[in-house]
């Protein structure tokens, strides 16, 4: 909404210009990227390659901002970044091959910091340095915690060109406030009073046969049992403990539970829509609560879990009875999200598995391999699990230096046989939403994310 990237994503998950009007790719680590001459800033600056690279730089400068999303974007290694005002043009040359750079610069999290925000860091954390925005809107009036504001630029004109054009005008002005209850968001879609609102669980049923409401299904994140590898930690160097968690859990049993039955069972770390995604449940152990009894009896776990998943925490109730009724003695510790994150995302703290909830902003299996594949995030990598699995680690590098799509997806097909039969995950499902809108604001989700700087308003 406040700062453009330099690539989108169109509705096929094809990479299309946004700030960048085209592209170079000299190899999977050296990419040059054309700035389109018509982008400002809210304050008016002209957006030139060497703001563009001045933005990526203090991004990519991991040692100093620990932005867990760096590595998302930039992978492991130090990232040269210049800006050629006179060519119009910014080179990028990674550390290490990534494929999938292009479509990684389309996160929301790589977008453009102009030079007002970068001069003054903390307006620029609080939001107030309206200068320091290049996307189309800019903050409004806040009251944190309840409600933000976002003004629509009158000036701005670097719209991303979907292949499918929206059709209506950009709202003026969006309204966001912060709502718990299902319910109660229900009520107010149906009585006008929000244009825009998730639907979960059972209040998706209430807009049932409502063709003139605009309903979109998202799966929001993919969620799997991940286990703390750490050395000293209970499923560490267990992988028969491992495969007997698998065993012990119901997949359809969970997925009702968790979703209501509204999500598709994951055979991987991601849904079968991914390109490259496994959809083999021969690869999952299949429920045996005899087996499970077998190798779980007496285990003592820690396990944290979010109640920010949509479900307030019935899928990790689920998992704690089926694990006590094998004969474990799990502490089940529900919390808010960012508590729960705080936990799961250091190997070294007091826990031994969790229901992982891999909100996977890019689309790509490779965002979702990096959180159970490879260094951790005590080495700048993204793997919270601590699990070494070398095969793995060298199907995802592989995968991420090839060009070719079919050795790309054979690559990743590698990688995620490998955690699979490992029992180092055990996928589930997905937190299951309807995004709704009301007949004259249409909203959307492209590859499955939602944009809301695609709202368009009719008439």
């Known amino acids: 909404m406040l700062f453009s990237t330099l690539t989108a994503r169109d509705f096929n998950g094809t990479v299309i210009p946004n700030l960048a009007s085209s592209w170079a790719e000299k190899s999977a680590s050296e990419y040059t990227l054309t700035i389109r001459d018509d982008a400002t800033c809210a304050d008016g600056t002209k957006i030139t390659p060497s703001i563009v690279a001045a933005s990526l730089a203090y991004f990519a400068d991991n040692d100093n901002n620990a932005h867990p999303s760096a590595t998302l974007v930039f992978g492991l290694g130090k990232t040269t970044i210049t800006g050629d005002n006179t060519a119009k043009t910014v080179s990028i040359t ?45 903050l409004g009036a806040t009251k944190p915690g309840v409600e933000y504001a976002y003004d629509l630029r009158p000036d701005f004109r670097q719209w991303v060109n979907y292949t499918t054009p929206l059709a209506g005008a950009p709202a003026r002005k969006i309204v966001f406030g ?6 109660t968001t229900a009520n107010k879609l149906l009585s006008g009073d929000l244009d825009i609102g998730s639907a979960t669980g059972d209040t998706i049923g209430r807009f049932a046969g409502r063709s003139d409401y605009h309903q979109a299904r998202i799966i929001t994140a993919n969620v799997y049992v ?7 930690r209970y499923f560490a160097d267990r992988p028969a403990a491992r ?74 109730e689920y998992v704690q009875k089926v694990l006590t009724d094998a004969g474990a003695v799990v502490d089940l510790d529900k919390s808010d999200n960012a508590t729960w994150a705080t936990t799961v995302q250091n190997p070294r703290s007091d826990w031994d598995l969790t229901l992982m909830g891999d909100v996977n902003a890019l689309k790509l ?24 699995n070398p095969e793995g680690e060298a199907a995802v590098a592989a995968g991420q230096r090839a060009t070719d799509p079919i050795e790309q997806c054979r690559q990743y097909g590698i990688a995620q046989r490998s955690v699979l039969t490992r029992q180092d995950v055990i996928p589930l499902a997905g937190t ?28």
């Not at 912060?178 to 319910?183: A, E, H, L, N």
């Open 226 to 232: 991940a286990f703390n590898e750490t050395p000293g």
């Open 365 to 388: 299996i490779s965002a979702s391999l990096t959180r159970v594949i490879g260094p951790g995030y005590r080495v700048d990598g993204r793997n919270m699990t601590a699990s070494k």
């Open 94 to 138: 990674l550390a290490q091959p990534n494929s999938d750079f292009l479509a990684a610069l389309s996160v929301s999290q790589s977008g453009i910091i102009c030079p007002a925000g970068l001069a003054d860091r903390t307006g620029l954390a609080a939001g107030s340095v309206k200068g320091a925005f290049s996307g189309p809107y800019t």
């Open 243 to 316: 495969k007997a968690v698998a065993q012990a859990i119901d997949r359809a049993a969970f997925n009702k539970v968790f979703s209501n039955g509204l999500s598709p069972i994951f055979n991987s770390v991601v849904p079968a829509e991914y390109k490259c995604a496994l959809d083999d449940a021969s690869l999952i152990p299949a429920p045996n609560p005899v087996l499970a009894a077998a190798a779980l009896r007496g285990a003592r776990v820690k396990f944290p879990a979010s109640t920010g998943f949509g479900d307030q925490g019935k899928g990790a």
């Open 178 to 183: 912060i709502r718990t209850d299902p319910s």
């Open 432 to 459: 299951a939403s309807s995004l709704v809108s009301v007949p004259d604001v249409t909203i959307a989700a492209p590859v499955g994310a939602v944009n809301y700087a695609t709202i368009r308003v009719a008439g």
